[in-house]
DNA sequence: ATAATAGTTGAACAATCGCTCAACTGTTAT
DNA sequence: ATAACAGTTGAGCGATTGTTCAACTATTAT
């Protein structure tokens, strides 16, 4: 029997579901672009602050209090959401104010906690 | 002024703000939880794998085929996905077989590849 | 009984992550 | 000028994560 790839350890059971499926996968990349989305998301900080986000606009102080976080904190968060485009900020004499992006974050936080209240 | 928060090193600039949003902010478990949810599919093998029982119900040797790393891999990772009632399995003879547990997952990952293609 | 295969598990490791701390820039007030 | 404050940045840390490896169970075939 072939070994059907080289970092596998075991043998195809199923060629025909495995071709299938090879045919519409996405390619890697799609994957990691995805995950890298998802991994915003994915830690209870980011999620308020995106939350508070989608309720008003504030500054990055307004977030440190409103988290119990050190202003520091707050920032490298948002610069990892302004990185991949979740956020954005407009300076304001000493102060940079941030918000949500568009509406698609509004609407996947949303979803997010319809669900987790199913 | 008054200092808003014990580990927050700066003051409420907008105490207004910060007290609407505490006031209809979800509680910390909320965000947990939330964000365990959103974790996994914060990993590109995890998310390949919900992909692939998007389509189809598949035992772990064909994912194992089908990503390119070892049952032991993919294993764990079943088992992360199982924990949260993503994904269910049933035993038929040596094979495992695992599918999604909800037309739920499914949409989330829909959602998220058409998002990721605007 | 014995061997082979499917799958699970826990330890171990490297890599990544989120936070703190300290040092820094830039703006405003004195 | 100087001080005070808002925010950013990079180093460093402890904790978590994803994978491999080796040992194990369970089922099937010889």
């Not at 996968?25 to 915003?40: A, E, V």
Request: a neutral charge.
């Amino acid at each position: 029997m072939k070994q059907a790839n080289d970092t596998c350890d075991c043998n195809a059971i199923h060629e025909d579901v495995i071709a299938r499926a090879k045919n519409m996968m996405p390619d890697n990349d799609q994957f990691r672009t995805l995950s890298n989305l998802y991994k915003m998301f994915a830690d209870p900080t980011r999620l308020k602050i995106m939350w508070a986000l989608s309720k008003e606009r504030m500054c990055v102080c307004d977030l440190a209090v409103l988290m119990g976080i050190t202003k520091s904190a707050v920032s490298h968060q948002l610069k990892s959401l302004r990185l991949l485009n979740l956020v954005h900020n407009e300076k304001e004499g000493k102060n940079v104010y941030y918000s949500l992006s568009d509406n698609h974050v509004r609407e996947m936080l949303k979803n997010g906690f319809e669900h987790s209240e199913e």
